[in-house]
């Protein structure tokens, strides 16, 4: 028996129809509501594919508000040092749309903003997003195409925000340990020590 949905009409066919406000919330630019989510954002995921057609995707954090909303149609993501894998980067280098989830902690709606990106390294544009004088080395700019608020279900479901289910740090090993479980040749204490200077001598 085969099991596989292989047409959109396949699953409107289990899933039923979009709802009205579902289909009319989408938007074509960021509103005064979609901005201040975004103000009082200090995390979002976006969303990247390759030439290979894989999908990606990569944490961006930093101080609220960290992504800057140029106009109603455009922003610009700093990035801050990592690892220099670069998959976001290189992925935008073949194919240029992107899907950005914006969270604010506590509130459980979240902000889905969709649209294509490319990678700008222009010191008037990089300026405003400085940390301690420093400038992200480059940005991620923008242009928004869809903008829409996601309802409460997923985070609700999860309880991400609720203190009594935050999970101890104690229950997983520590980085470092667990990259020595998958790396043969890691030394989980100095892949920690490392780890550990990273993150309090180059976060930006």
Not at 51 to 79: M, N
Request: net charge negative.
């Amino acid at each position: 028996m085969d099991d596989l949905i292989r047409s959109e009409d396949d699953l409107r066919a289990r899933y039923g129809s979009v709802s009205p406000l579902a289909a009319k919330k989408q938007l074509d630019r960021l509103d005064v509501h979609a901005r201040r989510f975004i103000e009082l954002s200090p995390f979002l995921v976006i969303s990247s594919h390759g030439p290979d057609g894989v999908g990606d995707v990569s944490p961006k954090g930093d101080a609220p508000g960290f992504v800057q909303v140029l106009d109603d149609r455009t922003l610009l993501i700093p990035d801050r040092p990592g690892n220099n894998r670069l998959d976001t980067l290189a992925n935008l280098m073949t194919h240029d749309g992107v899907g950005l989830l914006f969270l604010v902690p506590g509130v459980c709606e979240t902000l889905r903003v969709n649209g294509r990106a490319r990678v700008v390294t222009a010191e008037e544009l990089l300026a405003p997003t400085a940390v301690r004088g420093r400038l992200p080395t480059a940005g991620i700019l923008v242009a928004v195409e869809e903008v829409y608020l996601h309802c409460a279900k997923a985070l609700v479901r999860s309880k991400l925000w609720e203190d009594d289910h935050k999970v101890e740090r104690r229950a997983l090993p520590s980085l470092g340990q667990m990259l020595a479980d998958q790396v043969a040749g890691v030394d989980a204490a100095e892949a920690d020590a490392r780890v550990e200077d990273s993150i309090r001598n180059r976060l930006y």
